[in-house]
């Protein structure tokens, strides 16, 4: 709430701290947030408190953004729904009978009830996507190099879990997305693959000169077949 009433006497002055002045954001507890418990849904850390922020939290609060808290994930992230012995299970905002997916679901879903308008969360499987999709909510899991991955309490360097796991946003449009992932973008101590690109302007991106690449099964985990006739004619 201070941070707040800061960044109101800031902007009633005209003084903005950046593209994200005064935007509540909740983060992933597997990211590195200052001052504030990151257990990655693991009893073993639950008493873990960083003493510094991740790169990624770091830029979006130089961008002016306040963190509110951090949401739930399975155990290290590892599954595709979320529920852990630190602070239990977390349901989706539509239906409490059934999951918001993982590892990213707590996140997805206080974005879908409305309760953050932006979170940062990390994919390496779908963590991202996966829930994204059982909440209704957008995101994007980036390039590996365009974000760095650092002091992530699962993938904390930058071997082959950094190579796995990228950070990314997730909100409710996707021009939040837009708007955030250039914020993250570029390299940070300690990722040598984390490169410098540019985002390019999506406003300036032709849908209709885009090439996409998909395919229907990855040989793994097969979709419905409605979803599988409606990516194959969806034009």
């Known amino acids: 709430m201070e941070q707040a009433d800061k960044a109101d006497r800031?902007?009633?002055?005209?003084?903005?701290?950046?593209?994200?002045?005064?935007?509540?954001?909740?983060?992933?507890?597997?990211?590195?947030l200052?001052?504030?418990?990151?257990?990655?849904g693991t009893l073993g850390r639950k008493d873990f408190v960083p003493t510094e922020d991740n790169?990624?939290?770091a830029r979006l609060k130089r961008a002016g953004a306040i963190p509110?808290?951090?949401?739930?994930?399975?155990?290290?992230g590892c599954a595709f729904e979320t529920d852990?012995?630190?602070?239990?299970r977390t349901n989706n905002p539509y239906d409490t009978?059934?999951?918001p997916g993982g590892s990213s679901g707590g996140e997805a879903s206080i974005i879908a009830a409305?309760?953050?308008?932006?979170?940062?969360?990390?994919?390496?499987?779908?963590?991202?996507?996966?829930?994204a999709h059982c909440c209704g909510v957008a995101t994007i899991k980036p390039t590996w190099g365009l974000v760095p991955s650092v002091t992530h309490l699962v993938a904390g360097g930058a071997g082959p879990g950094g190579q796995w796991v990228q950070g990314g946003p997730i909100a409710r449009y996707v021009e939040d997305l837009a708007l955030v992932l250039p914020l993250l973008a570029g390299p940070a101590p300690g990722d040598p693959y984390a490169i410098e690109a540019k985002v390019r302007d999506?406003?300036?991106?032709?849908?209709?000169?885009?090439?996409?690449?998909?395919?229907?099964d990855n040989g793994f985990v097969s979709p419905t077949t409605e979803i599988q006739d409606y990516v194959a004619h969806k034009k």
Not at 34 to 40: N, S
Not at 68 to 76: A, R, V
Not at 202 to 216: C, D, I, N, P, W
């Open 55 to 57: 790169p990624l939290v």
């Open 97 to 99: 009978t059934r999951t």
């Open 34 to 40: 200052a001052g504030v418990p990151t257990t990655g």
């Open 84 to 88: 852990n012995l630190v602070y239990g």
């Open 68 to 76: 509110i808290g951090k949401t739930n994930l399975p155990e290290y």
């Open 10 to 32: 800031l902007l009633a002055s005209g003084n903005l701290l950046g593209p994200l002045h005064g935007v509540p954001v909740t983060v992933k507890d597997v990211w590195w």
């Open 114 to 131: 409305g309760g953050s308008p932006l979170g940062l969360d990390g994919d390496g499987a779908g963590s991202l996507r996966w829930p």
């Open 202 to 216: 999506t406003g300036k991106v032709s849908l209709e000169q885009l090439k996409v690449a998909f395919f229907k």
